[in-house]
C-alpha cells in the first residue's frame, strides 16, 4: 500500500475542517504541510447547508452579553451544556469572528455598514450574524475555501474517505487508512496530529436537513479506535423542514430565523396552535417547538403543519430569505402569500466525540471539532446558531494548542499497527452488498423507533434489529466501495444512540421518553467506550 505522512491531518471539509487547517498552516511551521481529506468536494458538508446565522457576541452589538448569551445556551441545554465550555466560547466570538472576517468572511450590513444582528428562538437578544441573507454556512465556507485554495502549505485529498485510525499498542493515534472512491485504493497517512471533523449523523434517520455527507464517520472511527463518546442519545429534531410529500427524504432546512422574523406555525385549519405548547410560542426552544408540531400532526392525522410567513413586510422577507423563498418557489409555493408545509426532521448530533475546547479526545493525538464532538456546549438541546460558532471557537483553540506541541511524524511503528494495514493490503472475500437498500432500512428503523418520542419498547425493538443487521454485514473492517463503509459506520453510530437513549430513563431535552417524562433533578452526560470482552461499557 502507499503510504503518505503530513504533520497534521484535517478529515473534513465543513467550517470546522476548513478553518482549522487555514489556522494551523497560519500560525505553525510545518515541514510536512496539512492535509485535507474530504469525501466528497470541498464545497459539499453540513456546514454548507446552514442557513440562520453564527451566534456572535460582539463589541458592534453593545447591548448584549457574554452572561446573557450563556444564560439562554444554559437553559435551552437542559441542565447539560457545561457553563465554563458556555462560557469560553461566548467570550471567543468577537475575537473569532473578526478573523473570519479577516480571512474573507462577508457578514450581512446596513447601509452604514455596521453589522446587522437577527433573532432566533430561545435568544433573549438578536445577536445573529449572517450572510447572503440566509445562506450563512455557504458564505462562510465558501471563503474559507479560498483562502485553503490559495495556501500553499494546505494539500486537499477530495472523494477520498477516512476508514481506520491507527492505534499503536500505548494507545495513540498515528495515522489513518483513507479509501479513494474513484480509484479504489486504500492508502496509509502517517501523522502526529489526527482531526476529525467530519459533521453529524443526520442521515441514519428516514428524514433528515443533512446532505448525503452525514453518515456520522468520524464519531463511528473514533469509536471504534477506543476514545470515549459522550451524550449520543440527544439528536436534535428541527421543527420546519420544507415537506412537500411524504416520501420527500432529504428535506430542505427551513430556518428558524424565519419565526425569529415573525412567521406563525398554523394547523390545516389556518388556526395558530403554539400558545397550547408554550408561553414563549414560535420563539421556545427546538425540542418544544418540534413536539408540538409532532403532537399537532397526530392530532390531525395529517404529514405535516404550515409555516406562514405571508405575515411578514414582503421586501424584506424576500431580501432576508432569498433562499428558502428561491427554494419554495422552485416546489410552486409564494412564500409571500402561501403558507409553508413544513414537518421535523433529523437535524444535529449534539452527541459525538467527547473532546476539549481545544478538540483534544481521550486518545493521544486524536483530535475532534465540530458537530462530531461534544464538548459540553450544547447539552441537551442545541440553541440555534451556536453550532458554527463552536466550530470555529474550537478550530481556533485547535490551532492553538498546536502550535506548542510536537508535531514530529512518528518514526516507530508498532507489530499492532503494521497488522492493522495488512488487513487493508489483501482483497476480501464475498459479494457486494446492496449497502444502499440496508441503509434505507436502517434509517426507517431508526426515524420508527428512535425519533422524536421513544419507549423502552421501541427502542429495544430497534436494538434488536441493528443488532441483527451488524450480524449480517460481515464488514467489521475493510469494505468494497464508500456505500459499504457508510453504512458500516451508520450502524455503529445507530447502536449508540439506542445504548444512551435506552440508559437515560428520563426525558431532557431532545431526549423524550414517553414511558420517563420526568426529568431527574441531577443532570449526568452518558459516556460510552468500546470494550473488546463486552463491546460496550456505559460509563457515568
Not at 502 to 514: F, I, M, N
Amino acid at each position: 500500500m502507499k503510504y503518505s505522512e503530513y504533520s497534521v491531518v484535517v478529515i473534513g471539509s465543513g467550517a470546522a475542517g476548513l478553518y482549522a487547517a487555514l489556522k494551523i498552516s497560519q500560525q505553525i511551521n510545518l515541514p510536512e504541510g496539512v492535509l485535507i481529506i474530504s469525501k466528497s468536494t470541498l464545497d459539499v458538508s453540513n456546514s454548507r447547508f446552514a442557513q440562520g446565522g453564527i451566534v456572535g457576541v460582539v463589541h458592534q452589538n453593545p447591548e448584549d452579553k457574554i452572561s446573557l448569551h450563556v444564560k439562554d445556551t444554559l437553559k435551552a441545554g437542559a441542565g447539560l451544556s457545561e457553563e465554563k465550555v458556555t462560557e469560553y466560547i461566548s467570550a471567543a466570538s468577537d475575537e473569532v469572528l473578526n478573523d473570519l472576517i479577516q480571512n474573507g468572511v462577508e457578514f450581512d450590513r446596513d447601509e452604514n455598514g455596521n453589522l446587522t444582528f437577527t433573532l432566533e428562538a430561545a435568544h433573549s437578544m438578536k445577536r445573529i450574524l449572517h450572510s447572503g441573507g440566509d445562506a450563512t454556512g455557504k458564505g462562510i465556507t465558501e471563503a474559507l475555501i479560498r483562502a485553503v485554495r490559495k495556501d500553499e502549505n494546505i494539500h486537499v485529498l477530495e472523494n477520498t474517505m477516512a476508514v481506520e485510525i491507527l492505534v499503536s499498542a500505548e494507545k495513540e493515534c498515528k495515522g489513518v487508512i483513507i479509501y479513494n472512491e474513484l480509484t479504489g485504493e486504500h492508502q496509509v497517512v502517517y501523522t502526529s496530529a489526527l482531526v476529525l471533523a467530519t459533521g453529524g449523523a443526520g442521515q441514519v434517520y428516514k428524514y433528515t436537513t443533512n446532505p448525503e455527507c452525514a453518515t456520522g464517520d468520524g464519531i463511528a472511527l473514533a469509536y471504534e479506535a477506543g476514545a470515549v463518546v459522550q451524550d449520543m442519545e440527544f439528536i436534535q429534531f428541527h421543527p420546519t423542514a420544507l415537506a412537500m410529500n411524504p416520501n420527500s427524504k432529504n428535506r430542505f432546512l427551513i430556518s428558524e430565523a424565519v419565526r425569529g422574523e415573525g412567521a406563525k406555525l398554523i394547523n390545516k385549519n389556518g388556526e395558530e396552535f403554539m400558545s397550547r405548547y408554550s408561553d414563549k410560542r414560535e420563539l421556545a426552544p427546538r425540542d418544544v417547538v418540534t413536539r408540538a408540531i409532532y403532537s399537532e400532526m397526530n392530532l390531525e392525522h395529517t404529514p405535516n403543519v404550515f409555516l406562514n410567513a405571508s405575515i411578514i413586510d414582503q421586501a424584506r422577507l424576500l431580501k432576508r430569505f432569498p433562499t428558502i423563498s428561491g427554494k419554495c418557489k422552485d416546489n410552486g409555493i409564494d412564500i409571500t402569500k402561501t403558507p409553508i408545509p413544513v414537518a421535523p426532521a433529523a437535524h444535529y448530533t449534539m452527541g459525538g466525540i467527547k473532546a476539549g475546547i481545544d478538540g483534544k479526545t481521550s486518545l493521544k493525538g486524536l483530535y475532534a471539532i465540530g458537530e462530531t464532538a461534544s464538548t459540553g456546549l450544547h447539552g441537551a438541546n442545541r440553541l440555534a446558531s451556536n453550532s458554527l460558532l463552536e466550530c470555529v471557537v474550537c478550530a481556533y483553540e485547535l490551532a492553538d494548542y498546536l502550535s506548542f506541541a510536537n508535531l514530529e511524524i512518528p518514526k516507530k511503528i508498532d507489530e499492532g499497527i503494521k497488522k492493522m494495514i495488512d488487513v487493508y493490503s489483501h482483497s476480501i472475500s464475498g459479494k457486494e452488498y446492496d449497502a444502499k437498500t440496508l441503509i434505507s432500512k436502517l434509517k426507517d428503523v431508526m426515524w420508527n423507533n428512535v425519533g422524536i418520542i421513544r419507549t423502552e419498547k421501541s427502542l429495544q425493538a430497534a436494538q434488536k434489529e441493528i443488532e441483527q443487521m451488524q450480524k449480517d454485514f460481515k464488514r467489521r473492517r475493510k469494505c468494497l466501495n464508500q456505500t459499504e463503509y457508510e453504512y458500516r459506520n451508520m450502524l455503529i453510530v445507530a447502536s449508540l444512540i439506542i445504548k444512551g437513549a435506552l440508559e437515560r430513563k428520563e426525558s431532557r431535552g431532545a431526549h423524550c421518553r414517553s414511558d420517563y417524562r420526568q426529568t431527574n433533578d441531577i443532570a449526568l452526560h452518558s459516556n460510552i467506550k468500546i470494550d473488546r470482552k463486552k463491546e460496550l461499557e456505559y460509563v457515568k
